[in-house]
């Protein structure tokens, strides 16, 4: 077990580095190119500022989500938990993904379950996490739904696409680290490659259980599966 953990943290830094490596490159670079040319023309210095700025975003972007894992993990913060307005909770998650979405896809809001005891920050960020991966990942006219509603088990979110979907062999390791099914289509999106791993620790802290279908080509589909202690029943 040590040597796994230890093999883990090795990964771990590894792929942070790596992630670090390419901004900090390409803002080296023009920086470079800025005080070797000084008399450099004014619309290719514009060029090079825009792209630095871009890069400068997602290192802080990284950084704030390894940050936030870490949080996640510690055994120094435990959960805090609240009676969360799943309504309200969701129809701001909607507006973001709207935000997100420019207008390119179709999305839809279905509640038809209870309220719910948990932490409504970090649920925000496991649910927000699967919801803006569904709109970056569906083409242009497709469908994203968001969709509350109880089971046997307990309340149940889904978040369904009509988007480009996942191979089954990739399916396994969503949730580790850096996974990324393509690094190209992950640099277009701008996705940190740690997203769904912010997504199974804030559902581990909720004893919750992440599933995930999907087909490539044909759209995926991750659900939620909270408990029914989690569930608030006088809603009065």
């Given at each position: 077990d040590l040597e796994r953990l230890d093999q883990?943290?090795?990964?771990?830094?590894?792929?942070?580095?790596?992630?670090?490596?390419?901004?900090?490159?390409?803002?080296?670079?023009?920086?470079?190119?800025?005080?070797n040319?000084?008399?450099?023309?004014?619309?290719?210095?514009?060029?090079?500022?825009?792209?630095?700025?871009?890069?400068?975003?997602?290192?802080?972007?990284?950084?704030?989500?390894?940050?936030?894992?870490?949080?996640?993990?510690?055994?120094?913060?435990?959960?805090?938990?609240?009676?969360?307005?799943?309504?309200?909770?969701?129809?701001n998650i909607e507006a973001e993904a709207n935000a997100l979405s420019g207008g390119r896809h179709q999305i839809s809001l279905v509640i038809e379950g209870p309220d719910l005891r948990g932490n409504t920050e970090e649920l925000r960020s496991a649910i927000g996490n699967l919801v803006s991966n569904a709109v970056r990942y569906t083409p242009d006219g497709g469908q994203v739904e968001i969709r509350w509603f109880e089971t046997q088990q307990g309340p149940c979110c889904t978040v369904s696409d009509t988007g480009i979907g996942i191979s089954h062999e990739h399916l396994s390791r969503l949730t580790e680290r850096f996974?990324?099914?393509?690094?190209?289509?992950s640099r277009e999106t701008k996705g940190t490659g740690l997203g769904l791993a912010i997504v199974k620790h804030v559902?581990?802290?909720?004893?919750?259980q992440l599933q995930i279908q999907s087909e490539e080509g044909k759209g995926s589909r991750f659900t939620i599966q909270f408990p029914r202690s989690a569930m608030v029943l006088d809603q009065s």
């Open positions: 883990m943290r090795r990964d771990f830094i590894a792929n942070a580095s790596h992630e670090l490596r390419t901004p900090l490159t390409v803002i080296n670079g023009f920086l470079e190119i800025a005080a040319q000084p008399e450099l023309d004014e619309p290719t210095r514009s060029c090079h500022m825009k792209l630095m700025v871009e890069q400068g975003q997602r290192m802080q972007h990284l950084v704030e989500d390894m940050l936030v894992l870490t949080r996640l993990e510690s055994m120094d913060y435990p959960l805090r938990e609240e009676v969360i307005n799943v309504r309200e909770l969701l129809q996974y990324r099914v393509d690094k190209s289509r559902l581990m802290r909720h004893d919750a």
